[in-house]
């Protein structure tokens, strides 16, 4: 082989690398520009994670019938606090995209809206625990994202729940007292007390959560 020739070889090979190179940069710059956007496209994959984590928050929330019953304000949002914070959060920790914990709150409130009405505003919670963690945090890269949004989730029911028992809610009589004592309208104490002790369960089961995700992604069964 001539001189010549070795350098032509040279050249192409030369060219096929640059190729290659630029090919591996142009999908590294669009795999960060991804990356990078706030609003993204969900898959398949994505939507069934969610739904079977949302089956997960259902079975573990199933002592629901027994707190409706409970004359006492925000009893529901207590007793439910740590799974629907520990749940959504490891859901939102998989998807990390916008409305991921709006899409488990619409599966969610499919089930438990038959059971007690009230709970389809879990729906309109999802949407504003969602609009401030993109305000504050641009997104859900940050872990502490999902736990903000976790936290919030079920707390934001407590003054739709006390608006929906003294404005759409309508009794009278004997009925009318024992409404009053659920909500706890007499008693500001009550009110304050129990959404603080809602606020610190949530943090604490969407805390968990985080760890949780954390754990199951370094074993690589949360990819």
Known sequence: MTEREKAILELVQASKELDEFNQTSQAEA???????????????????????????TLVTGAIMPLLVNIPLFGIIQLGLGIQFSLFPVIGMMKVKKPFALLLQSVFISIFLVFMFPPMVFLIL?????????????????????????????????????????????SVS?????????????????????????????????SFIGMLIAKELKKAGKLK
């Open 173 to 205: 009589g004997e009925e009318k007292a024992a409404v009053s004592m659920f909500i706890g309208s007499g008693n500001v104490g009550v009110i304050i007390g129990m959404t603080i002790a809602v606020l610190a369960v949530c943090f604490f089961g």
């Open 30 to 56: 669009d795999k960060s520009q991804e990356d990078n956007k706030v609003f993204k496209k969900y898959s398949i994959k994505d939507i069934v994670f969610l739904a079977i984590i949302t089956c997960c």
């Open 125 to 169: 919670c999802a949407f504003v625990a969602e609009v401030l963690t993109l305000i504050l945090f641009h997104g859900y890269k940050s872990n502490w994202a999902c736990v903000f949004a976790g936290t919030l989730y079920m707390p934001l029911t407590i003054p739709l729940l006390y608006m929906y028992y003294n404005v759409f809610y």
